[in-house]
């Protein structure tokens, strides 16, 4: 299981430094999450740890497919075996990365295969719940770097609902600026990309009738959950004047539990399966 994070791995940018300490305090529930977001972005703010990886897009892949498909990404084995031991040893007691293999652990987390995942975890003898939590922090400086360098390559026009890099389903929506244009903002690589106001991201309806809001009664006032009568999903959303930094949008996930509680009260619910069945191959240099 998860346990508290004695060797806890700080983050230099003190913005995200204060924001961490502040969702910990208001939020101690989300302690087993905030250690792991935190090294991950330690990680992914390194600097040149993972700026030697290298995606190679498959130019054949469906239309619809988003741009890791078929992709095949380099990284530098030391960084991910390096990697994958720190938070191993950050977030499970007694665990040793040779019991794992972390290019297997990587590939299965990039694709969302959680099936993938619980048998890696079930080899090693590590409780599946803590290693697919696990498992997406440990491709989240590879997700984020890739994202970074696929930036122009990113369709201008998205219609789908998931990501258009790595396939998963937003984690918000954001309403940018005084044009309050409705963008869908992904958790994994900090993707986002504009999307119509009345159109659920998960089912694609657009009938307003079955759209709505849960906004909280009281304290919280800008933030607010959009849900979907028809696929009874739903997705956080809140105003912002300019996009979300990757680390704002993770936290202000975990910083808005109540909202989630509302939701979940309600029998809305975000969908377990991933928007887009991705295929990736990690290869070692």
């Not at 590939?107 to 939590?133: H, M």
């Not at 909280?216 to 696929?231: A, I, W």
Request: charged residues 25%; contains cysteine; proline residues 6%.
């Amino acid at each position: 299981m998860l346990w508290p994070l004695t060797k806890r791995r700080h983050v230099a940018n003190p913005q995200l430094a204060q924001r961490i300490d502040q969702v910990r305090g208001q939020n101690p529930e989300s302690e087993r999450w905030l250690g792991l977001v935190e090294a991950a972005f330690a990680e992914a703010q390194a600097g040149e740890a993972w700026a030697h990886a290298a995606v190679g897009i498959a130019t054949d892949r469906p239309v619809r497919a988003p741009l890791l498909h078929h992709a095949r990404i380099t990284v530098r084995g030391r960084v991910l075996h390096r990697w994958c031991r720190d938070v191993l040893e950050l977030a499970l007691e007694g665990a040793r990365s040779r019991d794992l293999e972390p290019v297997q652990l990587l590939e299965a987390a990039i694709c969302q295969d959680d099936e993938r995942i619980d048998g890696i975890a079930q080899n090693a003898g590590i409780d599946v719940a803590s290693l697919r939590v696990i498992a997406q922090m440990t491709a989240l400086p590879l997700l984020q770097t890739c994202a970074r360098a696929l930036t122009e390559q990113v369709p201008a026009s998205w219609w789908e609902g998931y990501c258009p890099v790595c396939g998963a389903w937003p984690t918000l929506a954001e309403f940018r600026g005084l044009e309050r244009k409705r963008w869908l903002r992904c958790g994994r690589c900090a993707t986002g990309w504009e999307a119509s106001w009345l159109r659920c991201p998960f089912c694609g309806e657009t009938e307003h009738t079955n759209l709505g809001y849960l906004a909280p009664e009281e304290g919280e006032t800008t933030r607010k959950v959009e849900v979907c009568d028809s696929c009874k999903g739903y997705v956080k959303s809140e105003p912002t004047v300019r996009p979300l930094a990757a680390w704002e949008v993770v936290l202000d996930d975990l910083a808005t539990v109540p909202l989630e509680v509302a939701a979940l009260d309600r029998g809305y619910h975000r969908p377990e399966r991933p928007g887009f069945v991705l295929e990736a191959r990690i290869v070692l240099i």
